[in-house]
């Protein structure tokens, strides 16, 4: 079992910067891969990032959604199984509530970029980005 707790979201003008953490408990952590999605009201949980685990010493491939890409930087810490989501110039439609959730899969696969393809999640944490 992979347990996953988000913590960083707040409350942000247009244009700022936060960093989403994903501290995750379960031996296992390091081998999965890792993804943020984001649920705004109304709308459906979308993929955000999500990177692969990789070997220690070797890059990890990573991916995003045309919303956030070049403005928006996923990475990890297995020292630490964190993973964080750097976002910079937030725009108001980036609100929503942001969750972490891990996968055995890739991103080379379509549930790599599904919700459906994710076994654990977090409970979320709430950016709210004011314009």
């Known amino acids: 079992q992979v347990q996953l707790v988000e913590s960083g979201g707040g409350l942000v003008q247009a244009g700022g910067s936060l960093r989403l953490s994903c501290a995750a408990s379960?031996?296992?952590?390091?081998?999965?891969?890792a993804g943020w999605f984001r649920q705004a009201p109304g709308k459906e949980r979308e993929f955000v990032a999500g990177?692969?685990?990789?070997?220690?010493?070797?890059?990890?491939?990573?991916s995003y959604a045309d919303s956030v890409r070049g403005r928006s930087t996923i990475s990890r810490d297995n020292a630490k199984n964190t993973v964080y989501l750097q976002m910079n110039g937030l725009k108001p439609e980036d609100t929503a509530v942001y969750y972490c959730?891990?996968?055995?899969?890739?991103?080379?696969?379509?549930?790599?970029?599904?919700?459906?393809?994710?076994?654990?999640w977090g409970q979320g944490t709430q950016v709210t980005v004011s314009s």
């Open positions: 379960g031996r296992t952590f390091s081998f999965l891969t």
């Open positions: 990177i692969e685990p990789g070997l220690d010493w070797s890059p990890k491939r990573t």
């Open positions: 959730a891990t996968t055995r899969g890739d991103l080379s696969t379509a549930q790599g970029q599904d919700v459906r393809g994710y076994d654990y």
